[in-house]
């Protein structure tokens, strides 16, 4: 992680528990490195499916990615406040310019009035009996959950509506530059 630079591009690449890559996308901008987790941005970035298929995200996004926690955080700057995506995953890894994790199916769906939703319940069991999970990756990722949600309720880190402002300002900069 020496080698990290502000301003720098990289590509994302969500795997799934048993290795095979679910989903890439080819645009995050690195605009913080702090000792806890690294904020990147991106805009109008292609999405690449497993299967192939492709598409564009519709919003700006300013991503966290936690060094030693079990999900990463999007938050989607949408025409009516800033909606957030969390995936429960894996810490993240970078190699190969390349931000690396493994996505474990639940996801936290945050809306601009603060309200929540745990979303796709029946995918994790289905993907925790067919791969196998560990008894012990079901326990992190039920009580870093509890964790995410405790952040949304308190506003914390990416939940900080002025921070996600300062990350998107600072991402348009750096494209402006570029």
């Known amino acids: 992680m020496k080698d990290l630079k502000i301003g720098k591009k ?19 901008v690195l ?8 904020v990147f941005g991106n805009n109008k970035t292609k999405v690449t499916e497993a299967d192939g298929r492709t598409w564009k995200t519709k919003e700006p996004a300013i991503m966290y990615f936690f060094y030693n926690r079990w999900f990463n955080i999007i938050g989607q700057i949408k025409k009516d406040g800033i909606y957030y995506y969390c995936n429960m995953a894996s810490p993240f890894l970078i190699e190969e310019n390349a931000i690396k994790y493994i996505d474990y199916d639940l996801d936290l769906r945050v809306f601009a009035d603060r309200t929540f939703k745990v979303l796709d319940k029946s995918e994790y069991k289905y993907h925790k009996e067919k791969m196998k999970y560990p008894e012990t990756v ?5 009580k870093e959950l509890n964790s995410l949600i405790e952040m949304v309720k308190n506003k914390k ?15 348009l900069s750096i494209k402006a530059k570029n």
């Open 31 to 38: 605009l913080e490195i702090t000792k806890d987790y690294l």
């Open 138 to 142: 079901d326990i992190i990722l039920n």
């Open 10 to 28: 990289y590509i994302i690449h969500s795997y799934k528990h048993n290795g095979n890559i679910h989903r890439a996308w080819d645009e995050a």
């Open 157 to 171: 880190i990416a939940f900080n509506e002025t921070a996600i402002n300062i990350y998107y300002d600072k991402y």
